[in-house]
């Protein structure tokens, strides 16, 4: 498959006729090169343990056409649509530039990656691939290889923007492959809400491979929802990389429907003082889906707050996987950080596998962790059924209350509403 | 209305209950009472439904209908109510909407058209003002950080939701004080009627000076060893339980 992928990597980059001693160039050459030394995760890796994705990958796909786009996913129907968002369109991977009529907002600037390389070619230098790690992440070495465009956003510092911009990203491919980009800057003083919706269509296989780099300016506020719900022949690899300047706060909602395999990389790093992170999670899996968060905050300077929530159901057969890793560095003293992963097995054969995972190198820090894992509450199950809710109402009024902590941090309503109802769909 | 034939159950394999037999009319309110452990929340629970319980013996009829095979929802459409000794919390399950999802799926299950939003919240002002319960309990999430005693109130508040036929209170006097008493023994009063009837499981004599029982039964070691009628509850109050476990010990023997 290397072979394959070589072949295919030179062929991109002549394709791509640009100038091949430009920054992204090298980048890209970079990246390919890594993955070509580390290829898809061994079956021992230690961070790809309880997610045996490439042998599922290689069997399924065909990497021989990578990472050529397929036509666009045409007379799809997004998963959701509110009026007062401003959207974008994101086919197998490929931006649709005819969804990118929002040059006339002045605080705000959407276009593709390619566009932004002329328009802001300081700010791309400054911030593409700097945060996206390619020794790290065969998938993010993947993805930056075979990059040219993608979503680029910059807010206007000191600007708050009220509509939330919605990237919608449909895939319908045979069997295919798609890799998708994002970079936003959101700069000093800046308020943004972006979504992401993750969908696909048509009733075949598909891999699609995911990066986002945000840079939080000092004092800006981000808020970054995720919302996966593909069908249960999707493959979907996320890494998300988020830097925070001083004073800002990031709130991220990483919300999981449906899938065969997902894999998401949350990756935080808090590079100035009195930083605050939110991560809340959500995911409610059936049947043999298997959804793996690996989320890691990496504290690096003082009185910064990290809070993540994580929450799961799983039915049927499905498999889940947390990892959550704090890192503490030496100078990042008077950290507070908390997290919490809950998870609720409605069956026998469904399983979690959660893992804490706290390095703390500073003494003066205020860190707590906990996870569960259960069934039901049979006492609460009993006392709501001999009231007279049947068995399927009463279960579902427990599981929407296990959930909504989670689901009340969602501070849009549309997508509150879309959410609640689908989890409805599922639990009623 | 209710029939309680030779009923044995257990739970772990240890028997608990070991022979009840009990009839209660509609318009009756009887007592049961007994030392600690003696197995009055078994019958409760068991009557209720309490799937962890294995009755292994014995039938219990309810408006003449074989209960016994029934889901817990079921017996609640049928019209039996258990006031818990110990409800439990609920975080994150409103009150209302618990409330509203149980009235309307018994009056499905007895083919009445379900309740709207506008006539519930008119009922449930009523039935708040009869069981004086303050909207704010009512507005949070079901009995979540509630002290003892506003969970029993916000116990007798559903049953007058609800309307059983048949309501068991399990000790719901126990942790009251006497305001309170007074208030829930107000409101089982008012809800009392011919066609409906009460067992009450206490173990003071006090809740029974505001709830008068047509009869007192004595549980002792899973079987009613005794019955009677008002006047046994005041005897039991004067002399305790010694003297019955020693009567009952003795036939044993
Ligand atoms: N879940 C259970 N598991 C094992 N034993 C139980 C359980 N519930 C009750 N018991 C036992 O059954 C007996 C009767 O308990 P209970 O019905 O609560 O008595 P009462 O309500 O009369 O005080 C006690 O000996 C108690 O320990
Ligand atoms: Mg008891």
Redesign the interface.
């Known amino acids: 498959m290397i072979d394959q992928l070589k072949h295919n990597f030179k062929t991109f980059e002549t394709s791509l006729n640009g100038a091949t001693k430009s920054n992204w160039h090298e980048l890209r050459t970079e990246a390919f090169e890594a993955f070509a030394k580390n290829g898809f995760p061994k079956p021992k890796d230690e961070e790809y343990r309880y997610t045996q994705i490439a042998r599922a990958l290689e069997k399924t796909f065909d990497f021989s056409a990578t990472p050529v786009a397929i036509d666009a996913v045409h007379g799809n129907k997004p998963l959701f649509y509110d009026s007062d968002a401003i959207h974008v369109f994101i086919d197998n991977g490929v931006v649709q530039k005819d969804s990118l009529t929002h040059t006339e907002l002045d605080a705000i600037e959407i276009m593709t990656l390619e566009e932004a390389t002329n328009k802001y070619p300081e700010e791309v230098k400054a911030h593409f691939g700097k945060y996206a790690n390619v020794q790290k992440d065969p998938f993010t070495a993947l993805n930056t290889a075979f990059s040219y465009e993608g979503v680029f956003i910059k807010v206007t510092k000191n600007t708050k923007i009220e509509r939330p911009v919605l990237l919608h990203y449909s895939t319908d491919g045979n069997n295919s492959i798609s890799q998708s980009r994002n970079l936003i800057l959101v700069e000093q003083g800046a308020e943004v809400s972006i979504i992401e919706s993750h969908t696909s269509h048509g009733d075949s296989a598909h891999f699609s491979n995911h990066v986002s780099e945000i840079v939080v300016g000092a004092n800006a506020n981000f808020n970054g929802y995720k919302l996966q719900h593909q069908h249960d022949k999707s493959y979907h690899v996320d890494n998300t990389f988020i830097s925070q300047d001083r004073d800002s706060k990031a709130q991220t909602y990483t919300l999981t429907l449906e899938g065969k395999l997902i894999r998401n990389n949350l990756n935080f790093a808090l590079e100035d003082e009195n930083c605050e992170a939110h991560m809340f999670g959500l995911y409610v899996v059936r049947d043999n889906g298997h959804v793996d968060n690996h989320t890691n905050v990496d504290h690096k300077m003082p009185k910064c707050y990290s809070n993540e929530i994580y929450k799961g159901i799983l039915d049927d057969k499905a498999k889940g996987v947390f990892n959550g890793k704090i890192f503490v560095r030496q100078d990042a003293q008077k950290t507070n950080a908390f997290q919490s992963n809950k998870n609720i097995l409605l069956t026998d054969t469904a399983s979690i596998n959660t893992k804490p995972q706290l390095e703390i190198w500073a003494d003066d820090v205020s860190c707590s962790h906990g996870c569960t894992t259960g069934q039901l ?4 199950l ?10 399927s ?2 279960t579902a ?2 599981l ?3 959930v ?2 989670v689901l009340d941090k969602i501070n849009i309503s549309f997508l509150h509403n879309f959410i609640n109802e689908e989890i409805s769909k599922r639990l009623d | 209305m209710l029939s309680i034939k030779n009923l044995h159950a257990e739970i772990e394999g240890q028997q608990i209950l070991k022979g009840i037999n009990l009839e209660v009319k509609a318009g009756e309110v009887h007592a049961i009472m007994g030392p600690n452990g003696s197995g009055k929340s078994t019958l409760a629970s068991v009557l209720a439904g309490r799937e962890e319980y294995e009755v292994t013996e014995g039938e219990v009829t309810f408006l003449g209908k074989d209960i016994l095979d029934l889901a817990p929802e079921d017996r609640a459409h049928e019209g039996l109510f258990l006031a818990f000794q110990y409800p439990v919390e609920i975080p994150g399950v409103s009150s209302n909407n618990f409330l509203r999802t149980a009235l309307n799926q018994t009056r499905e299950y007895k083919g009445l058209e379900p309740l709207d939003a506008v006539n519930f919240l008119k009922l449930m002002k009523e039935k708040m003002a009869l069981v004086e319960i303050d909207q704010k309990l009512i507005n949070r999430s079901l009995n979540e950080g509630f002290s003892g005693g506003e969970k029993k109130r916000n116990e007798i508040f559903q049953m007058a939701v609800l309307e059983p036929k048949l309501s068991i209170l399990d000790e719901t006097d126990s942790g009251l004080d006497i305001d309170a008493l007074r208030i829930v023994a107000n409101g089982v009063n008012k809800l009392k009627s011919p066609d409906n009837a009460t067992i009450l499981v206490t173990h003071y004599q006090r809740l029974l000076d505001h709830i008068v029982p047509d009869f007192v039964h004595v549980l002792y070691n899973g079987q009613i060893v005794k019955s009677g009628d008002k006047s046994l509850a005041l005897e039991l109050e004067d002399k305790g339980y010694d003297w019955i476990k020693e009567e009952v010990d003795a036939t044993i023997s």
């Open positions: 509450d049979e006492e609460q009993f006392y709501l059924r001999s009231r007279g809710v049947s068995k109402s009463a009024m427990l929407h209350a296990f909504n902590d």
